[in-house]
C-alpha cells in the first residue's frame, strides 16, 4: 500500500503499467498538464493524491485527492495544472466479464455505469462521471485498487480472483457514486426487460437462433418488451442478442485456445463465415486478430503432487 500514501516528490510526468488486455492498471504520476486521448474502452481513474482541473469539450472541472472520474468511451480529455498528481487508472474489456451475466444484470441500477451497450445505455446527460469517495468507502477502493495491482503484477489477469476483484471495485464505486454524486443517471430494469434479457441469455448459451417475435411473453405484452427494452438498452431485442452472441465468443477467444471454427459452432453460427462477419461488425477487427491484440491463452492450472 506504501505507493498510494507515501508522498512521492514527483519531478516529472512518468508512467507505471500493471497487467495487460483484458484488464489493465496504470499509475500516472503528473505535474505537468497531460492529454487522454479518447479510446473505445470505458475507463475508471482514481486521484490518489494531489489536486488537479480536468477539462473536457463541455467544460473544465476541479477535482481533488479521492475523487473518481468514470470516462465513457470517445472523450478526450486533459489533466490540468496539476499538483503532484497520482491518478490510478483502470481500463477493461467489457466482453471479458460476459460469463458474470447473473452479477452484472442483477447488481444496483449504477453498475451500468462500468458497461457499454452490450449490457446498458450508458447515461447520457453528462460526458463522464465524476463523484467523492469519502472515510471507509475511500480505504476500501484504494485496498482493492493496491490487490489488483499486485494480483495483475503476478500475471494473474485471467484467474477468477481477477474478475472478482474487478467486479467488487465497480461495486464499491457504485455505492460511492450513490451516496455522493449529485444527479440522477439510474436506469431502472423493469421487469418485462429483466425478462427479455434472461431470455436471450438461455438462447446463445444453448446455441440456439434468437427470434424476437417468438420470444416468451412472460405475462407481457410483446409492445411493452419491446419498448421497454429499446427505452432501457438503447439497441432492439435482435441487435442486443447479435451482440450478445459476439460477446460470448470474445470471451472465449480471450481465455482460451479454442479454434474459432469450434467456439463458432458452439454458439450456433451457421458457418465460420458468418461468425466472422458478425464479429467484425461488432469488433472491426477478425477473430484470429481480436485474440493476437488482447488474448493471453487458457490459466494453467496446477496440479499438486
Not at 460469463?99 to 452490450?118: A, G, H, K, R, T
Amino acid at each position: 500500500m506504501g505507493m498510494f500514501f507515501k508522498r512521492s516528490g514527483i519531478a516529472e510526468n512518468r508512467i507505471e503499467n500493471s497487467g495487460r488486455w483484458p484488464v489493465r492498471l496504470t499509475h500516472f504520476y503528473l505535474v505537468d498538464d497531460y492529454e487522454f486521448p479518447a479510446t473505445n474502452f470505458p475507463e475508471i481513474f482514481f486521484v490518489q493524491e494531489g489536486n488537479l482541473l480536468h477539462e473536457t469539450e463541455v467544460g473544465t472541472q476541479a477535482v481533488r485527492e479521492g475523487s473518481v472520474m468514470m470516462v465513457n468511451p470517445g472523450v478526450r480529455h486533459t489533466v490540468k495544472q496539476p499538483e503532484e498528481v497520482v491518478l490510478t487508472r483502470l481500463r477493461y474489456l467489457p466482453e471479458w466479464l460476459s460469463q458474470e451475466y447473473e452479477i452484472i444484470v442483477n447488481s444496483p441500477d449504477l453498475f451500468s455505469l462500468f458497461f457499454d451497450q452490450s449490457w446498458f445505455r450508458y447515461p447520457r446527460e453528462e460526458h463522464f462521471q465524476v463523484f467523492s469517495t469519502r472515510g471507509e468507502g475511500n480505504t476500501r477502493v484504494r485496498a482493492e485498487l493496491d490487490f489488483l495491482w499486485e494480483l495483475l503484477r503476478n500475471k494473474r489477469a485471467l484467474e477468477p480472483i481477477t474478475r472478482v476483484s474487478v467486479l467488487k471495485l465497480m461495486m464499491l464505486l457504485t455505492d460511492e457514486h450513490q451516496r455522493f454524486w449529485r444527479g440522477v443517471s439510474e436506469i431502472d430494469i423493469l421487469p418485462e426487460v429483466k425478462h427479455a434479457l434472461d431470455h436471450i441469455e438461455v438462447t446463445i448459451r444453448r446455441a440456439a437462433p434468437f427470434e424476437a417475435a417468438k420470444i416468451a411473453r412472460g405475462g407481457f405484452e410483446k409492445r411493452a418488451i419491446d419498448e421497454a427494452f429499446y427505452e432501457t438498452i438503447g439497441l432492439s431485442l435482435e441487435e442486443y442478442a447479435r451482440r450478445r452472441r459476439v460477446f460470448h465468443a470474445a470471451c472465449r477467444l480471450l481465455a482460451s485456445d479454442e479454434e474459432p471454427r469450434n467456439i463458432s459452432k458452439d454458439l450456433g453460427y451457421p458457418a465460420i463465415a458468418d461468425f466472422r462477419k458478425e464479429f467484425e461488425s461488432v469488433f472491426d477487427i477478425q477473430p484470429a486478430v481480436y485474440r493476437e491484440k488482447f488474448g493471453t491463452g487458457p490459466v494453467k492450472e496446477i496440479v499438486e503432487a
